[in-house]
């Protein structure tokens, strides 16, 4: 078959999408984790895979995308995410967004259940899908939020990053691409970082990227 048949092309497009497919549908068949409220939240509502920004946050949320079935959607910290998005100059339908764990870890309160951040164990068996994920979707910016993102990235390759309010907003390079952690949208994170702070440093992530172009 010639290099110039655009039946090649094609195939060669297709190929992501296909290796995607299969990864939702591993996804979706994993149980392993107990205390897990098994949302399995990965399909083709978290973007494109020919992005310039992926982003990375912690878990899908009980009255979030546990239950929409979308990264960031439903809840205060997919309301606030929006309008950061908004700030940097970005469209939600042209960034990829995932979790460094697909499913809602909750606390053992029965009815009063609330969001618990992910534990080790749940990061370390989740930790898989994300490096697939990462090998699938080659945007050159990885924006991770908040502290289980970076625990997350940091189990597929090493960083230095210890606190991200620290460093919030910097780029940095990681796993030949650039790092950029930032605080989570949480509402209950604006005391490490004020509202304005997130605004500016969205705005430097948003500069970023415009200037960079899907692998």
Known sequence: MSTNDPRAALTEAARPRASFALLIDDVAACHACAEMAYAHVLGATNGPLETRLLIVGEAPGRLGAARTGVPFRGDRSGERLDTLLAAAA??????FITNAV????LTEAGDGAR???PRASELARCSPYLERTLALVRAPVIAALGGAALDALARIEAHEIARVS?????????AGRTLVPLVHPSPRTQGRRSWAQQLEDWKRLGELVTGQTPR
């Open 102 to 105: 697909l499913c809602n870890p």
């Open 166 to 174: 620290e460093v919030a907003g910097e780029p940095r390079c990681w």
């Open 115 to 117: 969001n618990r951040r």
């Open 90 to 95: 970005l469209d939600r339908s042209e960034v």
